[in-house]
């Protein structure tokens, strides 16, 4: 039986409103105010569901409750407190009254994905978003990368007068339009990966429970998954979107759950296989599901090893957000319920986390401009919030001790392990390559210089952004229990 969820349907419409607002904000400043206060109103009255859900039992309605039960009860407030960060910590320069409203449209399309308890909500979910994206990669709005960032505003700036100069002049501007054949053809990269996704995925599905048909809906259904889940080698859009998009746009369309939630249709219309009672097979068998796990795994070790060689933070992040997506695919496909449980909290720690600091690094990008290793460096002394919160970020997106993200860590390594103990080893090297790629550019973006080069610290509305989700990440850390999916 098919089950409604009201609270992401409600809270969907509330952004949808938002994008509608933010189109007529005067200006791209304002319309980053109305976006974020969207978000956040939207954001706390889910939090403020959540409880309710909990102190008020259920009146016993059929068919409908407030929010999907097991891993869907959190995927939307997670989805809402990335956005939130993609909205508050987003460049005016490289952000447009039009890019907003599209933040929000993904947003929308993230949060309904659990309303409903079918796969073809999560495909829904995903193909509308991935037309909002190319849509805004087709349509030119200037990226970060295209752009030189704006300058800070206080008078006492002292950056090269000529990159002053065109930043200030970019960044009072719209942010929208601009040439860019580069964003063409990311475009163009994009739109094909995921109409092939989208296109095999939904037939996989449409085939699983027709006779004959098993081994092609398995098949298709692989395929498309892996678009979403950026598996190898069906990966190469993501590092060309991170390169291209907004970086609003990329964080909030990566928050999606779209992903997570079509993972389990993998094995769901696997055949069955190996022995019979084989601890490997995981009681969806090893011999079908095999070239699955060894993609998300190969998926993991690449992006660790591409990120710790990246010249600039942007390729970095994109490579370590590359990692923990072939982590998580490989905890949802151990066959494991702890190593499935991990994976969940895996995908809702990064989402947050790992969206904090591309926006942060976006943030001082638009101060400093490209973070590169032939760069200067930073100055710590002079913008310490900044750095602690990339650092911060980065640490608890892949699993580092003494922070939320070490549980998923714990719980996805232990499944794993316990289903086949190579695997979880390769895994460990994929997480320390994604930290060892954080620190580096800890040290080689916030430190490393005694001069200043007039960039300021966090403002107060990105201070208070910033605050907001490092306090729900250390929340999460004293209270594990709420975060982890009751099924």
Known sequence: MVTLAVAPLVAAGGLL?????????????AARAVATGCVAVTAAAAAAAM?????????????????ASGAGRWMPLVTLLAGLAATALAPVPSHGRRTFARILLILACGVAATAVTAPAAAVASWALSAFVVW????????ASVDILPAAPTHTHTHTHTGAVAVAVAVGEGEGEGGSGAGRRGAARLFGLHHLLGVGACTSGLLLAHRP???ALAALLVTVGVGVRQCLLPLHLWHDS????????????????PAGLLLLPEITAALPAGGPAGSGRSGGWGWDW????VAAALATALLGA???????????ALAQVSLALTGIVTCGALAGSGLAQAGAVVAWQVGAVATGGAVMIAAATEARRGPMALPGQGGCFARTPRL????????????????????????????GVGGWFVPLAGALVLAVAGSGATIMKWYFAGYTGRRDHLGEHDLTTREFRAVTLLLAVLLLAQVHPGLILPRY
């Open 289 to 292: 599901g095999w070239p699955a």
């Open 135 to 142: 849509r805004e990669l087709r349509d030119g709005s200037p």
């Open 387 to 414: 750095a602690v919160a990339f650092l911060l970020f980065g640490l608890t997106a892949v699993g580092y001790p003494a922070t939320v993200g070490f549980i998923w860590e714990d719980l996805l390594l232990d």
């Open 17 to 29: 409103a938002g994008s509608a607002a933010v189109r007529r904000a005067p200006d791209a400043r």
């Open 51 to 67: 409880v309710a859900e909990r102190v008020v039992p259920p009146n016993g309605v059929t068919g409908a409750v407030l929010f």
């Open 241 to 256: 979107l991170a390169r291209a998009a907004p970086p609003g746009i990329l964080v909030a369309f990566t928050a999606g």
């Open 305 to 315: 090893g591409l990120g710790l060689v990246a010249r600039d933070i942007r390729t």
């Open 212 to 214: 004959g048909t098993t």
